[in-house]
T-cell receptor
Framework: QKEVEQDPGPLSVPEGAIVSLNCTYS??????FMWYRQYSRKGPELLMY????GNKEDGRFTAQVDKSSKYISLFIRDSQPSDSATYLC????????????FGKGITLSVRP | KAGVTQTPRYLIKTRGQQVTLSCSPI?????VSWYQQTPGQGLQFLFE???????NKGNFPGRFSGRQFSNSRSEMNVSTLELGDSALYLC??????????????FGPGTRLTVT
């Protein structure tokens, strides 16, 4: 079993839809959880960064972490065509030498 | 504040050659990590440097190596290139190598094509 599993997609939604992106993980030591957005031919851009369980909101984006279920989600409200990109979840433990482990990413397309 | 910069942005090399890629982190960031991104494998961790010391290493052969300089700039080297090394190589910097200040910011990447 891979340490981090992400829905493979691709995902296509109409403009204005609520988008839910999810990842599951197997390593209970993971403490820090991130979502990155990657546009075509660009490097990943950090969207959300959360520690442990709970919710974090930033504009149209909400990140949710459920450590008991080893499940994280990113919600995008009122999706826009400019949200069309690949979204990657990433996570790591709290140790100073811990490495960031990524999901494979899901490509989202928001249709005008 | 300037972001992470990587040079060159594009590179074409022949099998058997070697290549050196460069990364300049965000000012004040002391940790630099390198990743290989391919459509089939996604983002795979290569290694991380903090204060000129390699702190962590992924599962790549010894042909892949790196180093970090006193100004936190980093280079990675791939020797004896193989066709399978064609990928986007990404560099990410962070304030620290872990803990609450360990969130990573990525550069635009170097697209390496091996023919």
């Amino acid at each position: 079993q891979k340490e981090v599993e992400q829905d493979p997609g691709p995902l296509s939604v109409p403009e204005g839809a609520i988008v839910s992106l999810n990842c599951t993980y197997s390593n209970s030591a993971f403490q820090y959880f991130m979502w990155y957005r990657q546009y075509s031919r660009k490097g990943p851009e950090l969207l959300m960064y959360t520690y442990s369980s709970g919710n974090k909101e930033d504009g149209r984006f909400t990140a949710q972490v459920d450590k008991s279920s080893k499940y994280i989600s990113l919600f995008i409200r009122d999706s826009q065509p400019s949200d069309s990109a690949t979204y990657l979840c990433a996570m790591r433990s709290s140790g100073a030498n811990s490495k960031l482990t990524f999901g494979k990413g899901i490509t989202l397309s928001v249709r005008p | 504040k300037a972001g992470v910069t990587q040079t060159p942005r594009y590179l074409i090399k022949t099998r058997g050659q070697q290549v050196t890629l460069s990364c300049s982190p965000i000012s004040g960031h002391r940790s630099v990590s390198w990743y290989q991104q391919t459509p089939g494998q996604g983002l795979q961790f290569l290694f991380e440097y903090f204060s000129e010391t390699q702190r962590n290493k992924g599962n790549f052969p010894g042909r892949f190596s790196g180093r970090q300089f006193s100004n936190s700039r980093s280079e990675m080297n791939v020797s004896t290139l193989e066709l399978g090394d064609s990928a986007l190589y990404l560099c990410a910097s962070s304030l620290s190598a872990g803990g609450p200040l360990g969130e990573q910011y990525f550069g635009p990447g170097t697209r390496l094509t091996v023919t």
